[in-house]
């Protein structure tokens, strides 16, 4: 349990700072930019209760939010994805996974963890990107963006993941 | 009851997903506002440190160009003194000396600056903000005027103790009202999201003359910016769709992407001007 906490905490700490102090200013193209903090949101415990999830993913988000000028949007995307996180595992995974392992390339297989992630960061993005866009609206040119951040975020997360020595310890 | 209960605490966190939302969508509502909240901005005490601790960082890999800016700009301006100096020489020569005429030592200009340097600084989103390390001590005040080294670049918005939130160019919230230097008609520039080198100048109208290349300076109509401030240089134009205007596509002067050092500037009289505009 106080494992567990302490894992989240540092986890949350890390993930904040590489964010706000390196990818927030990466604009790739000037489109796409990686969003590599959901990797909190995604690594929570497979049964670990619906509303700790939520309370998290708002929490993460709305620091997210404060550091970078943007109040509500990342907190709203963030609340709504932590939302439909153990509907969209249970959808790809069925029910019967063991309570309490974490997502990893072991205990989801390489292709269930792509399309965990995936799908997960296309539903944060579609939200983000819609209501920041509530202040000017250029259809063409949100799709790119939505899109082009989508894969360079998931790409980065299988890529952290891949290298993430807790996870290949723990699915044993 | 028990059953109503039962439902409640089983469906818990639908509630606490609701309420999240709503929060959420609360800090978007009024974050539209044009002063917003000290305490979700990264103008307050913790993000403005870890801002600064990493502005003070990132500021050392710039150093060379900055230099070299410097320079070139130091080399200007000794051109120009000289210039006007040649020119007042040529003129005490030419003027017979009147020593009944004094300047009027009373009357100082109104505009003075401070100097800051960027803690924070985004061109990625749609709304981009700029933090930078002067605030209240140091005697800035929302509505005041930033400027770099190279022209433009926004109006002080939110302000704390020792940090101040910047509305740059590169947001749609900001307008500036601009002309093409040279003629005295205006227009309104304001950036549409995409590049971070470039922005429209709109409603200029039809028979103002101007060339591609020619610069782009404020107005000075706001009592927020001097007039004659420089923004951009024209690249190309358009008809408006009502024809009685042109759209400029204006290359901005500033660099938002290597922005290090800014100059806020103070206009004693603004307080005064708004004033009567308004009471008008």
């Given at each position: 349990?106080?494992?567990?906490?302490?894992?989240?905490?540092?986890?949350?700490?890390?993930?904040?700072?590489?964010?706000?102090?390196?990818?927030?200013?990466?604009?790739?193209?000037?489109v796409a930019t990686p969003f590599l903090y959901l990797y909190f949101i995604l690594k929570m415990p497979v049964g670990s209760s619906q509303t700790n999830v939520v309370f998290f993913s708002f929490l993460i988000g709305l620091v997210i939010d404060i550091f970078s000028n943007t109040p509500g949007m990342h907190a709203f995307a963030c609340t709504l994805a932590g939302f439909i996180r153990h509907p969209l595992i249970q959808l790809l995974m069925g029910k019967e996974l063991p309570e309490g392992i974490y997502p990893s390339y072991k205990t989801f297989g390489y292709g269930g963890f792509f399309r965990y992630t995936l799908f997960f960061v296309a539903i944060h993005h579609v939200t983000l990107f819609l209501i920041e866009s509530l202040t000017l609206f250029d259809p063409l040119f949100l799709a790119i963006r939505i899109v082009a951040s989508v894969v360079t975020t998931t790409l980065l997360i299988c890529t952290i993941e891949a290298f993430n020595i807790e996870s290949q310890k723990s699915g044993d | 009851m028990r059953k109503l209960l039962d439902f409640l605490v089983r469906k818990r966190h639908w509630f606490l997903f609701i309420l999240l939302e709503i929060i959420s969508l609360m800090l978007v509502y009024r974050n539209?506002?044009?002063?917003?909240?000290?305490?979700?901005?990264?103008?307050?005490?913790?993000?403005?440190?870890?801002?600064?601790?990493?502005?003070?960082?990132?500021?050392?890999?710039?150093?060379?160009?900055?230099?070299?800016?410097l320079l070139e700009r130091n080399g200007q301006?000794?051109?120009?003194?000289?210039?006007?100096?040649?020119?007042?020489?040529?003129?005490?020569?030419?003027?017979?000396?009147?020593?009944?005429?004094?300047?009027d030592s009373t009357e100082q200009f109104p505009y003075s600056f401070v100097l800051a340097d960027v803690v924070n600084n985004s061109v990625t989103h749609l709304s981009n903000y700029i933090t930078v390390n002067k605030g209240r001590k140091d005697g800035v005040e929302p509505d005041m005027g930033v400027v770099s080294e190279r022209g433009v670049v926004g109006i002080v918005s939110t302000v704390s103790d020792h940090f101040s939130v910047v509305i740059p160019l590169l947001n749609p919230k900001f307008k500036l009202s601009c002309k093409v230097l040279g003629s005295s008609y205006f227009g309104t520039l304001s950036w549409n999201g995409r590049n971070a080198r470039f922005a429209n100048l709109d409603e200029l109208p039809r028979h103002v003359e101007f060339e591609l290349g020619d610069t782009i300076v404020t107005s000075g109509y706001s009592a927020i910016f001097p007039s004659?401030?420089?923004?951009?240089?024209?690249?190309?134009?358009?008809?408006?769709?009502?024809?009685?205007?042109?759209?400029?596509?204006?290359?901005?002067?500033?660099?938002?992407?290597?922005?290090?050092?800014?100059?806020?500037?103070?206009?004693?009289?603004?307080?005064?001007?708004?004033?009567?505009?308004?009471?008008?």
């Open positions: 349990m106080i494992n567990n906490i302490l894992r989240g905490f540092i986890y949350f700490v890390v993930l904040v700072l590489v964010q706000v102090l390196i990818l927030n200013n990466i604009h790739f193209l000037r | 539209n506002a044009y002063q917003r909240n000290i305490m979700f901005s990264s103008a307050n005490v913790i993000t403005g440190h870890i801002a600064s601790v990493s502005g003070f960082v990132t500021s050392y890999l710039n150093l060379r160009d900055i230099n070299r800016e301006l000794e051109m120009e003194l000289l210039e006007l100096q040649d020119q007042l020489e040529m003129m005490r020569a030419d003027t017979v000396l009147f020593t009944g005429f004094a300047s004659g401030i420089i923004v951009g240089k024209v690249v190309n134009f358009e008809k408006q769709h009502d024809d009685n205007f042109y759209s400029l596509e204006v290359e901005l002067a500033t660099d938002f992407q290597a922005l290090n050092n800014v100059r806020i500037i103070k206009n004693y009289r603004q307080a005064e001007q708004k004033r009567i505009e308004q009471g008008g």
